[in-house]
């Protein structure tokens, strides 16, 4: 059933790519259904998959001659990721009810985007997963390029061009580990019991945690995100920050640590107290979260708040991945669905509500605004946003991040200090952008008094709404019981560290 | 000399050459009078239905031998190049039909067919000689193809430059082979090899350095492998669209398919020469069984060679494309950085058929998107009057068809799955790395699909004038329908393929080499 | 309570109501007032079914995520019921007082229902993540509602107490984090659960684990990180800079809750968590902690003698009440070595102390900011000691109700503050009389300042422009006159509320190990 989220999508882009052009309202009603069906089948495959170990949805040979399966699987990590992903995309939808300019293309790349995003959660073949994985990266390109805003053809070929080397070391290891098991096969379960080698895994795990992680905004490979976050169009900067960057993650958890586990082993020698792969991308997640927490707290631009929030977040990810154990790389994957959703509802509110009316971004000029006036959905959508951002109790963040900052206690404690600081840093940046951006102190003066009325902002539509009420409750209903994920997540989890990772 | 096989064994060659003539009778005794279009659409027709005819007598063609030495074999990857050589050279017709740079379709349709069935040989040939006059009769049928713009200086001076170049290679390569007959007395391929191996043996002498250098030299030109490639920006340019669509694609297809054969022979050999030697010789063919993992038995040889051939033309021609702002030169470098993916595979050549099967599978399908690609730069050239970047803006809009069928193609080019090209790229650098450890297989491919990343740059800018970049000019390009339903026939096999590559796989597999 | 999660309904009361109040706009303050009224009713009934004997009753438990051993765990003793019930009434007090909101009415409203919730739900939390949560939670709305509907330098006074705050919870979150970890094992996770933490640390098995885990005297840290978040709270001194700019720029309802019941959420965090987990650490720091106490009741005093604006007087002198508390609470922390035994009874005298203290306060200073409230309306924002004179006869009833307010604060006989404070003073002597001596002179500098302020303002000349002074109009009277009668009710007869805390007390101090 859940295979179908996958074809629907696809079915969806094709059909937007079929409807005639000028019909924006057809494509976006159209859109919209596709993505609730998607959304729909995710819910119910989560809802029958729950707690179940992992099952095959789909197994045919696809390429004989290379051993290649079609083979679609599920277990607990792939439902919560697809059921962000149907989130996502229906969120997505929502918030780019605004885009006039070719409407039918923008969500035909929107919804194909979509269905390689589905595919890479339920492929349990290599090669499938990589072939997603590149479905993928090209909608986006030609989304930000087409329908973004600052300097967006220069951000979006270097987002085009970050993925591509990335995926392109995931090609090489992927060669590698084919011509190397000598299995004949590409599944991940067979690569899996291969039996590669120590020494081959030693450097085979960096090369591919590397090219996954520069989508997942591994620092320091990270600078596509801001960029590309900043220039993308609202729906395309959802997806990004919500899905796009945890294909990445989900790629080191799935396969890197799931392939080659013994590359995270100690190298025997150690310098300054880095003695293992583990260590360095351990640090480099550490790095993550505190240089993008630090780096936003300085930004005048409101969207690169958030796109660097974003680096931060993942490092949270990546860091819960490195600890190696249970509750750690649970709150991993809890996190990559918390900060999907979060990501999704800020970037929603800064650049659809806010900047889709305001036309600037710039706090200097939202100062003088009175947006909490003005546009009290926003500031009052943004306040939300930002504390289930900061990591407030009560929403998904501080779990998962809880979570994490345990694990990585059990597995260095210096990791969890450092970690610390970027939370406080997040509740410093998150707190000066709502002070700034909508609850700023300045007087107006009497000429931007003016032209306040004579410029009334436009008013909130229901899709905004909508959207950012499922986000939120999304986030809040995970934040309040954990549970509801954490059952599909934790056996999972166990049975890949059981399997696989150490 | 037995006519009857040598008619069998060359009985596609002779069809293809049936229907030069048949071309020639057609436009000049019944329709010379029509207009242009009737009179290209019928020559175009008349040369598909050539193709066709070969196509369909394929499977006939047997191999020949004169006396103990076979001069062409039949089959095996020679029977798929053949069969490429003949759908690509019928889909380069199909974009005839729209083109207006001759006044005698004719005549160049003929020339088409003959330069095919030159190609054909090449792909068979197993003995020097054979290689070398098929070479030349394709050679010389693409020259003039080039020029064929008659009213087109460009395209005069492309014809020239790749005559010159043409001419020199061809003069290496006779230096070569006459080397490499000198060290084996042999101009059958198999004894050639072995000589090779027996002067390599004797101490290595110098002489076989040379030879294999120049012969290097010559098919490298053929493939514009690097540094051999200088004429290809300048042909690709200046050759009319359709030429140039076979230039690049069945000229290509019959080159490699020759480099195979090559290959082929020569890591069979090293495999038994400790053994009785040219009794062996045999055993060439029946490759597929299983074999121990030969490692390229040459310290510097042969794959030495391809090595660094192929490590230059990734190089140079993915950096070289990103300065490009001509369509028709990009494809031209990206044509060169292809060649030089494939002269990976060359240099690491497997003793299974993995690599055979894999070079064909890249062939092939790149010659299919390279005549995609021609394609659609003629229609653009002819609505615009240029192949810069450029008069690909606002494409989307004038023509969402063909701006589709264009994203499809270059897609395709830069790898990016689950299109063909990627599935050709997989293949190939799986047999390579299939083919034995090592830190400098792996490196190379390592490159090359580093490589494969640096070229979504370029390609990324055409598309980005054809779907980002606002419109200088709105107004729609019309499309002949014949082209469009070629273009776009074109496009669905790059994704049907894609989608299902064990069907292009299982096709070329099916071909058994014939004993 | 027959399987009604009381509790869980008394909390989601306010947001439900918070919700309602968001949407209708002009009407929020009648929708905020009948869930006050709704949530004092319920706050009563649960007062009313606390278990006899002091335990923890009206428990609720359901598995939440198990592998962070967190579960969803509600209860109250009489400490939290009369917490609930002190937070219903205030809440109630300060939506009664908020009667000139016009700027968007309906956020108002929202926000303070949901500060409400937040309080109701740190009062019934068991369990540390939803204390947490409940915890952080309650500081939201109230930095909002200085932000946007307070002073002329309502933007820096709304951001220190946020940061102030957060800055403390950041030490609480730390501090759990460490108990959390210490106590798991490498298969079972830790705990978050208050009582099987303070069993754990009743029997010194939670001090073993922390320092087998994070080395020698960690536990002392732990302690500290946990008070650092009391202390800002509360506030003790020096960690009260952040509270006189809060209280003087917030609107005068907001100030109501922020003193009347968010300064008691540190005192219960004190109580339900400090003592309990860390009791013998605090016991190691006591003479520290009690000089800051001290300090905190002279200094709190001695500054509010300083102040000309009225409403940073109070202020200063909320510090110097809740300074009592402090006071009683590091005092009774006797060290377990030496003379224990017979220190009980004067133990549980402080402790019922400080219960009293903590809802007698909370009454009494909401009241009073009330009054400033309704003086300030009639001032035309005026509000500076010196603005005033003689009022009292144009506004006698105004002047009398106000009295007993302030005699209450004053810590008359017969009046509620009293009681309380007799009873802190009266643990505290036996238990440390030096600090008990010095502590005497802030109720003296309370006394007087509390009595300057009221020469000042309602006898004296009378300046002529406040001749036409309004007195209290009957709405307000019948508004304000409960208050005043629930303060003379508690002065007379303190059993109504000793008698249920009592036991509470008992319970709570066998519990506890220094």
Redesign the interface.
């Known amino acids: 059933m859940l295979a179908w989220t996958i074809y629907l999508s696809f079915a969806g882009a094709l059909v937007e790519v079929l409807l005639p052009r000028g019909r924006a309202g057809l494509a976006r009603v159209v859109a919209l259904l596709f993505a609730l069906a998607g959304f729909g089948l995710a819910i119910a495959g989560f809802a029958f998959g729950m707690g179940q170990p992992r099952t095959t949805i789909v197994d045919v040979m696809w390429v004989p001659s290379l051993g290649i399966h079609y083979l679609l699987a599920a277990d607990g990590i792939s439902l919560v990721l697809v059921l962000l992903t149907g989130l996502a995309a229906v969120a997505g939808v929502l918030f780019s009810w605004n885009i006039d300019l070719r409407t039918n293309e923008f969500f035909a790349f929107f919804l194909a985007l979509i269905g390689g995003v589905y595919g890479v959660f339920l492929s349990f073949d290599l090669f499938l997963l990589f072939v997603f994985y590149e479905v993928a990266i090209v909608p986006k390109y030609f989304l930000i390029a087409i329908w973004g805003s600052t300097r967006r053809e220069y951000a979006a070929m270097k987002l085009a061009l970050y993925s591509f080397v990335g995926s392109s070391m995931v090609l090489i290891v992927l060669l590698a580990a084919y011509a190397t098991s000598g299995s004949h096969s590409t599944s991940l379960v067979d690569l899996a019991h291969a039996g590669l080698s120590p020494q081959f895994q030693m450097w085979a795990f960096p090369l591919i945690f590397v090219g996954f992680g520069i989508l997942a905004g591994l620092w320091p490979f990270h600078t596509w995100a801001p960029t590309g976050h900043v220039a993308a169009p609202t729906a395309a900067s959802m997806v990004l920050a919500g899905v796009i960057m945890k294909l990445g993650a989900y790629g080191c958890l799935r396969v890197a640590m799931g392939l080659f586990p013994h590359g995270m082993d100690p190298w025997g020698s150690s310098l300054i107290g880095i003695g293992s792969w583990r260590d360095v991308f351990a640090i480099l997640a550490v790095i993550g979260i505190v240089y993008g927490a630090r780096v936003a707290l300085v930004q005048t631009d409101f969207k690169f708040v958030i796109g660097y929030s974003s680096v931060s977040h993942m490092g949270f990810v990546l860091l819960g991945l490195m600890t190696l154990n249970q509750i750690g790389l649970t709150g991993a994957v809890l996190q990559m669905f918390s900060h999907g959703v979060l990501a999704g509802l800020l970037f929603a509110i800064v650049g659809r509500v806010v900047y889709d009316r305001t036309h600037t971004r710039q706090f200097a000029d939202l100062e003088g605004m009175h947006l909490s006036k003005r546009l009290p959905f926003a500031a009052w959508g943004f306040v939300i946003a930002g504390m289930a951002s900061m990591g407030l109790p009560g929403f998904s963040g501080f779990i998962a991040e809880l979570q994490v900052l345990i694990g990585s206690w059990h597995a260095n404690p210096w990791w969890t200090g450092a970690a610390g600081v970027g939370i406080v840093v997040g509740v410093a940046y998150t707190w000066r952008a709502l002070q700034r951006a909508f609850f700023s102190d300045r007087i107006p003066t009497a000429h931007q008094l003016e032209l306040e009325h004579g410029h009334a902002l436009a008013a909130i539509t229901w899709p905004e709404v909508a959207g950012f009420s499922l986000l939120t409750a999304a986030s809040l209903v995970v934040g309040l019981y954990p549970k509801i994920l954490l059952d599909a997540i934790e056996p999972a989890v166990k049975t890949l560290l059981a399997g696989g990772v150490q | 000399m037995n006519y009857a096989e040598l008619f069998r064994a060359t009985l596609p060659e002779t069809v293809l050459e049936i229907a030069a003539l048949l071309v020639l009778v057609v436009d000049l005794g019944f329709v010379r009078k029509a207009a242009m279009k009737t009179r290209a659409g019928c020559a175009a027709l008349v040369g598909i239905a050539g193709c066709i005819a070969a196509l369909w007598v394929l499977p006939l063609a047997g191999t020949y031998s004169a006396g103990k030495e076979r001069l062409l074999a039949a089959g095996g990857s020679a029977g798929v190049a053949q069969a490429g050589i003949l759908i690509l050279t019928a889909l380069t017709l199909f974009l005839l039909i729209d083109s207006k740079f001759s006044r005698n379709p004719g005549e160049y349709v003929a020339v088409v067919l003959m330069s095919a069935a030159g190609g054909m040989i090449i792909s068979a040939a197993q003995d020097l000689l054979v290689i070398f006059i098929g070479l030349e009769l394709l050679s010389l049928g693409l020259y003039i193809l080039t020029a064929f713009a008659k009213q087109s200086g460009k395209s005069a001076e492309a014809a020239v430059k790749y005559y010159l170049f043409g001419g020199m290679s061809a003069a290496f390569l006779l230096f070569g082979f006459s080397y490499l007959y000198g060290l084996s007395g042999s101009t059958s391929l198999p004894r050639v090899v072995l000589g090779t191996y027996v002067a390599a043996g004797n101490g290595g002498s110098p002489l076989l350095y040379i030879a294999l250098v120049m012969v290097a030299a010559g098919l490298g030109f053929k493939v514009a492998a690097v540094p051999f490639h200088l004429w290809a920006p300048d042909t690709y340019e200046g050759a009319p669209a359709p030429a140039a669509a076979f230039i690049a694609s069945v000229s290509k297809v019959a080159s490699f398919a020759l480099l195979i054969s090559i290959s082929s022979v020569g890591i069979h050999f090293m495999e038994s020469l400790p053994l009785t030697g040219g009794r062996m010789i045999l055993r060439a063919f029946t490759s597929g069984t299983p074999q121990p993992p030969v490692v390229l038995g040459l310290p510097y040889g042969w794959g030495l060679i391809l090595t660094v051939l192929s490590a230059a033309s990734m190089l140079v021609g993915n950096l070289a494309a990103l300065a490009q702002l001509s369509v028709r030169r990009l494809l031209a470098y990206s044509a060169i950085a292809h060649a030089g993916y494939i002269l990976l595979g060359l240099a690491f050549f497997s003793w299974t058929n993995a690599s055979a099967?894999a070079i064909l599978y890249y062939i092939l399908t790149y010659g299919l998107t390279t005549v995609g690609a021609f394609g659609v730069v003629g229609v653009v050239e002819r609505a615009t009057g240029t192949d810069r970047f450029d008069g690909f803006l606002g494409l989307?809009k004038r023509n969402p068809l063909l701006a589709?069928v264009l994203l499809v193609l270059f897609?395709s080019l830069a790898g990016?799955?689950?299109l063909v090209g990627?599935?050709a790229k997989?293949?190939l650098?799986?047999a390579v790395?299939?083919v034995g450890?090592g830190v400098v297989p792996?490196a190379l491919?390592?490159l090359a699909?580093?490589f494969?990343?640096v070229s979504?740059?370029y390609y990324?800018q055409v598309l980005?004038r054809a779907?980002?970049?606002p419109p200088i000019d709105e107004t729609p390009i019309k499309v002949n329908a014949v082209t469009m339903a070629a273009l776009m026939l074109i496009a669905a096999g790059v994704v049907v393929f894609g989608c299902?590559?064990?069907l292009l796989?299982?096709w070329i597999?099916s071909f058994d080499p014939v004993l | 309570m027959n399987g009604i999660p009381i509790l869980t309904l008394l909390t989601a009361l306010p947001v439900v109501g918070a919700a309602i109040a968001l949407v209708t706009g002009k009407h929020a303050r009648g929708v905020a007032m009948i869930t006050a009224l709704a949530s004092l009713a319920i706050s009563l009934v649960v007062w009313m079914h606390i278990p006899a004997d002091g335990s923890i009753g009206l428990i609720e438990h359901h598995a939440w995520a198990p592998s962070l051993g967190i579960a969803y765990q509600l209860g109250v003793d009489g400490l939290g019921a009369l917490m609930l019930v002190l937070s219903a009434i205030v809440a109630l007090m300060a939506i009664d007082a908020s009667h000139r909101v016009h700027h968007q009415p309906g956020l108002y409203f929202g926000l303070v229902l949901l500060l409400q919730a937040g309080l109701f739900g740190t009062f019934t939390a068991l369990n540390f993540y939803h204390w947490f949560l409940y915890w952080e939670l309650s500081l939201i709305p109230a930095f909002f509602l200085i932000k946007l509907w307070g002073g002329p330098k309502r933007g820096s006074a709304a951001t220190q107490f946020f940061v102030y705050t957060m800055a403390g919870s950041v030490g609480l979150l730390l501090s759990f984090l460490a108990v959390f970890l210490a106590t798991g094992t490498a298969t079972a996770p830790g705990s978050m659960d208050f009582h099987h933490l303070s069993l754990l640390a009743y029997t010194g098995e939670l001090e073993q684990m922390v320092t087998t885990h994070f080395g020698a005297h960690a536990m002392l840290w732990l302690a500290i990180g946990v008070l650092a978040g009391f202390a800002v709270k509360v506030p003790l001194m020096p960690f009260h800079t952040w509270l006189p700019a809060a209280y003087a720029e917030a609107p005068s309802p907001v100030t109501m809750l922020l003193t009347g019941t968010m300064s008691k959420m540190g005192v219960y965090g004190l109580l339900r968590i400090a003592l309990p987990l860390f009791g013998h650490e605090i016991a190691r720091m006591r003479t520290p902690l009690l000089v800051l106490a001290v300090l905190t009741v002279v200094m709190g005093a001695w500054a509010s003698a300083a102040q000309k604006d009225l409403k940073r007087l109070f202020a200063y002198s909320s510090i110097n009440h809740l300074g009592y508390c402090q006071l009683a609470i590091f005092a009774l922390a006797v060290p377990a070595t030496g003379a224990a035994m017979s220190a009980a009874a004067d133990q549980a005298a402080a402790l019922n102390g400080v219960i009293l203290q903590m809802f007698n306060h909370g009454i009494t200073a909401a009241a009073l900011f009330w009054f400033i409230s309704m003086l300030q309306q009639r001032s035309g924002g005026l509000r500076g000691i010196d603005d005033f004179g003689g009022l009292r006869r144009p506004a006698p009833v105004f002047a009398g109700l106000m009295g007993f307010a302030l005699f209450s604060s004053l810590g008359l006989p017969g009046l509620n503050g009293f009681v309380g404070e007799f009873l802190i003073f009266r643990g505290v002597f036996p238990l440390s009389w030096v600090a008990g001596t010095i502590s005497v002179l802030g109720l003296l500098i309370t006394a007087a300042v509390i009595l300057t302020m009221i020469q000042k303002v309602f006898t004296g000349p009378l300046p002529e422009r406040w001749a036409a002074f309004p007195d209290l109009h009957p709405g307000e009277r019948l508004a304000v006159a409960p208050v005043i009668g629930l303060m003379i009710l508690i002065g007379l007869v303190p059993q109504l509320i000793t008698d249920s805390v009592n036991p509470t007390v008992v319970n709570l101090l066998a519990h506890w190990r220094f």
């Open positions: 099967q989307h589709a897609l990016i799955p689950p990627f599935w997989f293949n650098f799986a790395l299939g450890g792996f491919v390592a699909v580093g494969s990343a979504l740059y990324l980005k779907y980002v970049m299902f590559p064990a796989q299982n597999a």
